[in-house]
């Protein structure tokens, strides 16, 4: 169970606002912050890809501003997380450079993870990213989001972007140090140290949310468990509050597991097959046919005609000789898809564009029925 972190491939970890932020000063607390990227390096040197969702531009943005303690309005949370986004990624950004680490901001709403384009757009920045080994640093925004369409403390927003970008772990950093059967100052109390399924008695346990300066609570992280064990992505809730946390999560240190039953790939691919419905088709050769049994994308020069109307990220079959044996979301349209039949990788970027991509439909988005 301990290994578990430390075997994973790609990380999402999730830091709220009462680990991040001083409650009394308003301000970074840099010490613990540098504690945790010490753990991030150690993360990426071991060949883990990190994905940060960080909170905290609030509780910044307030103080700056000289706002008042307690609930703030709608309009003055945003008029704060204009001010703190600005001082949360400078903070983030200088950090991870001590540790020889680029950092990327990335500002998402609602929309971004559930329409289609905007989530394969996401995507491919993200990709793109970890590629060139930055670590992302992604937060609602904030100034642009309303209140019905608030994550909760980036909780379901981490878990969102662990399903987009299929990583093996989640781990959510709170003021707990796992999940209770009642509140944790009750007699009664029984810690969980393991779910593998969330049953409305796990559902049950949730409490309110009583950070001081967050907005999440064990409600809104059993939420993001159902996300990401649908996604098969591991999720973990430990305590943030020591310096270090991800290695102690390694080390073994007390924290709630919440085990997915398959696999991120397995689970996306299980998605594809049995949860969309293709609204084009793509005729393949023999070689094609042969090559994605073998786990290789779909490439133009293997691809006989197209057939349908689909825009990028749809779902499309996959023939040869008159049968469906694959399905896939498809990287191109259907009209520049029709352009590049047949074509090689040279040829496609000169005719749409050095930074297209050479691949109608990558492995990843595939599956072999």
């Known amino acids: 169970m301990t290994s578990r972190l430390a075997k994973a491939k790609r990380v999402v970890v999730k830091v709220g606002s009462a680990l991040l932020v001083d409650q009394k000063s308003g301000t970074i607390k840099a010490a613990w912050l540098a504690s945790l990227v010490t753990d991030i390096a150690k993360l990426k040197q071991a060949g883990a890809d990190v994905i940060l969702v960080s909170s905290g531009a609030i509780a910044l943005g307030r103080r700056t501003l000289g706002l008042p303690a307690g609930k703030l309005k709608l309009d003055q949370s945003q008029a704060a997380a204009a001010v703190g986004q600005i001082?949360?990624?400078?903070a983030w950004a200088e950090v991870l450079k001590t540790r020889g680490i680029v950092a990327a901001q990335i500002l998402v709403t609602l929309q971004d993870t559930e329409e289609r384009r905007r989530y394969l757009n996401a995507r491919a920045t993200l990709s793109t990213l970890l590629a060139q080994g930055a670590v992302p640093v992604i937060n609602e925004n904030d100034t642009v989001a309303t209140s019905e369409i608030r994550y909760g403390d980036n909780d379901r927003l981490a878990a969102r972007v662990a399903s987009m970008m299929s990583a093996d772990v989640l781990v959510l950093l709170s003021d707990i140090d796992g999940l209770y059967s009642a509140p944790p100052n009750q007699k009664d109390a029984k810690f969980i140290a393991e779910v593998k399924d969330i049953t409305p008695e796990i559902e049950a346990m949730a409490g309110k949310p009583v950070s001081g300066v967050g907005s999440g609570g064990m409600i809104t992280k059993i939420e993001a468990g159902k996300i990401a064990l649908s996604a098969g992505c591991n999720m973990v809730i430990a305590s943030g509050h020591e310096l270090h946390p991800l290695k102690r999560?390694?080390?073994?240190?007390?924290c709630t597991w919440f085990v997915a039953q398959s696999n991120a790939l397995q689970s996306r691919k299980r998605w594809i097959a049995g949860t969309l419905t293709p609204t084009g088709k793509l005729v393949v050769d023999d070689g094609a046919k042969s090559a994605l049994g073998k786990g290789?994308?779909?490439?133009p020069a293997g691809v006989k005609s197209v057939e349908g109307s689909f825009a990028?990220?749809?779902?499309?079959?996959?023939?040869?000789?008159?049968?469906?044996f694959?399905?896939?979301?498809?990287?191109?349209?259907?009209?520049?898809?029709?352009?590049?039949v047949g074509l090689k990788s040279a040829e496609v970027q000169k005719l749409l564009g050095a930074d297209c991509g050479d691949e109608l439909i990558h492995r990843d988005d595939l599956v072999m029925l």
């Open 87 to 90: 001082a949360l990624a400078q």
């Open 249 to 254: 999560i390694i080390n073994g240190e007390r």
């Open 296 to 299: 290789k994308s779909l490439l």
């Open 312 to 324: 990028r990220g749809d779902t499309v079959s996959i023939m040869a000789s008159g049968q469906e």
């Open 326 to 340: 694959a399905r896939g979301l498809i990287a191109f349209d259907a009209e520049d898809a029709r352009k590049i």
